[in-house]
Every structure is written in structure tokens, then in C-alpha cells.
């Protein structure tokens, strides 16, 4: 069974990436530029950070 709009949601997906040359940094930084100021900002530092086993 299809999903309509989870394929939309795909395919917006995929053009704001293309468009920012699939590079998570640049995407990143565009969204969070183009976001609400009172919304939360994405921290891929943090999510970095995180990922990371501790020595």
C-alpha cells in the first residue's frame, strides 16, 4: 500500500538536500536559518558528541 504523503514528504526531502548538495552541514545550517527563533535548533555538534563512545 502507497503512502501519499509520506512519498511527498520524500520528495520535498530530496529536493531541500539536492539543492544543498546532499551536504549535512549546509542543510543543517539552512534549516536552522530559516526556522522560527522560538523554535529549537537541531545541534549537530551534541548529536556528535553523543554518537561517540566515551575512552
Same mark, same amino acid.
Given at each position: 500500500?502507497?503512502d +501519499? ?9 530530496? +529536493?531541500? =538536500?539536492?539543492?544543498? @548538495?546532499?551536504?549535512? +552541514? ?11 527563533e ?6 549537530? @555538534?551534541?548529536?556528535?558528541?553523543? =554518537?561517540?563512545?566515551?575512552?
Amino acid at each position: 500500500m502507497k503512502d +501519499e504523503i509520506i512519498e511527498e514528504l520524500w520528495a520535498v526531502k530530496d +529536493e531541500i =538536500a539536492e539543492q544543498h @548538495g546532499y551536504d549535512l +552541514e549546509t542543510l543543517v545550517a539552512h534549516l536552522n536559518s530559516s526556522s522560527d527563533e522560538n523554535e529549537p535548533h537541531l545541534n549537530i @555538534g551534541a548529536a556528535e558528541s553523543a =554518537a561517540k563512545p566515551s575512552p
